[in-house]
């Protein structure tokens, strides 16, 4: 059973860089298939994909956050990270870490983590 479990700041100031870790356990993060992605949901919005990084190492940025965001993996530890720099109050939401697998041309996300809040706030 994959288990996915994001960490972070929880609170970060307005223009500083928010740094969140993705820790996966119970499967690997280079596992044939598998695009490991970031997603955010703001408080009474709809999720929002960010970015993912592929079992190969490929990336991909949602083009409204490409200019300041930047993914990246520790095949070592197991783990998916992401930058968010010159935060906005804007970018309070829950983020969440959850690979999915294309099949045709649907995404199936398999998995969840438990997401982690981030406030961004003076």
């Known amino acids: 059973q994959v288990q996915l479990r994001e960490s972070g700041p929880g609170l970060v100031k307005p223009s500083q860089t928010l740094a969140l870790t993705c820790t996966v356990s119970?499967?690997?993060?280079?596992?044939?298939?598998?695009?490991w992605s970031w997603i955010r949901q703001p408080p009474g919005k709809g999720p929002e994909w960010i970015a993912y990084?592929?079992?190969?190492?490929?990336?991909a940025y949602s083009p409204s956050l490409k200019s300041r965001t930047s993914i990246s993996r520790d095949t070592d530890k197991n783990q998916v990270s992401l930058e968010l720099s010159s935060v906005i109050p804007e970018d309070t939401a829950v983020y969440y870490c959850a690979p999915y697998v294309v099949l045709g041309t649907t995404k199936r996300y398999d998995y969840w983590g438990q997401g982690t809040q981030v406030t961004v706030s003076s």
């Open positions: 119970g499967g690997s993060i280079t596992t044939n298939g598998y695009y």
């Open positions: 990084i592929s079992y190969s190492g490929t990336t």
